[in-house]
């Protein structure tokens, strides 16, 4: 009964563990407690820096986000239209130098208006090239293929073994790449108008000679078959155009003249990226676009734009004018109403 009545020595224990408050005071339990708030310290600090990561890691991800999008925005944006620039060459500024510098004073002269100066790049160029009179070429052959425009005397251009076919001013031929030919002049002033696509413009032996499957062609003014501009009312005292290769319609590259009656005015508005004038005969009146200068245009004289553009001209009275045009895109002869 006695050891009934007897308190249990633990619970005595335990009971004098117990604080004021009624918490159990636990020897060493502080020391615990402290190593774990710490730990948890250095877990809390461990999850800030792994966050603070992460969301730097977001925002690098958002701003990459936002300049590819803007990357693509600025490259998919239509971008503005070039404004045209346009040029004016006349024949008393063409800087002239020999064709063929291997033949010194014996070779024909050559004077740029478009392209390439020296003819020696793989860009298209347009050049003038005078001949003297009696000039008669050895056979050679080009490594390219060139078409030309009689602008003034009489041209051969033709097998070596050919008779003489003597082209007047407003005759047009083309050279194949690699056929020999010979090329000769007769007159007191022979000129004329030489364009290829791409350079470099080279004369060579006839030993070098190749077959690209081109045949030339002459054709005299006197076969120049004229017509309406398409799209302009048919007119029989109105500007005419004579298509002589590539199809203006299907806006490839291609080469017409244009001839313009006397006492015309009015313009010639280009649709296309490029457009390309060299005046064969006649002294037409030429604008200059965005100024309040008018040229005089003799023959062998050049304009010419990039891009969209309008190109106000007039002839003399009692002086028609003939204006051979190589273009990428369709134009408009319009006559001032």
Request: net charge positive.
């Amino acid at each position: 009964m006695n050891e009934l009545l007897q308190p249990d020595s633990r619970i005595i224990a335990v009971k004098r563990m117990e604080n004021k408050d009624g918490y159990m005071d636990i020897p060493g339990i502080e020391k615990h407690q402290g190593a774990l708030m710490i730990r948890m310290r250095k877990k809390m600090k461990s999850i800030r820096n792994i966050r603070a990561l992460i969301t730097l890691a977001l925002v690098c991800v958002v701003i990459a986000a936002c300049n590819s999008l803007q990357v693509a925005s600025d490259s998919t944006a239509p971008k503005p239209a070039a404004e045209p620039t346009s040029e004016v060459v006349l024949t008393s500024e063409v800087k002239w130098t020999p064709l063929n510098p291997l033949r010194g004073d014996k070779s024909p002269k050559a004077g740029t208006l478009w392209g390439d100066p020296d003819r020696k790049f793989p860009v298209a160029t347009g050049f003038l090239v005078q001949f003297a009179d009696g000039f008669s070429s050895p056979p050679h052959i080009h490594n390219i293929t060139y078409r030309g425009v009689v602008i003034s005397g009489l041209v051969h251009n033709d097998d070596p073994n050919a008779a003489k076919m003597w082209m007047p001013t407003g005759s047009f031929w083309t050279q194949p790449a690699g056929e020999v030919h010979i090329t000769a002049a007769k007159g007191p002033t022979n000129v004329a108008y030489i364009e290829i696509d791409k350079g470099p413009y080279l004369v060579l032996p006839p030993k070098e000679a190749f077959d690209r499957r081109e045949r030339p062609i002459n054709v005299d003014a006197s076969n120049i078959v004229w017509v309406d501009p398409p799209g302009a009312p048919a007119s029989a005292n109105g500007p005419k155009v004579a298509f002589l290769w590539g199809n203006p319609q299907d806006d490839q590259l291609n080469g017409t003249l244009v001839k313009l009656p006397a006492g015309f005015t009015g313009k010639i508005h280009s649709h296309g990226s490029t457009f390309r004038a060299v005046v064969i005969q006649g002294r037409p009146q030429y604008q200059v676009p965005g100024k309040s200068d008018v040229k005089t245009l003799e023959p062998g004289s050049y304009f010419g734009s990039n891009g969209e553009s309008v190109h106000q001209i007039s002839s003399k009275a009692g002086e028609e004018s003939i204006i051979y045009v190589s273009t990428d895109a369709k134009y408009d002869v319009i006559p001032t109403k």
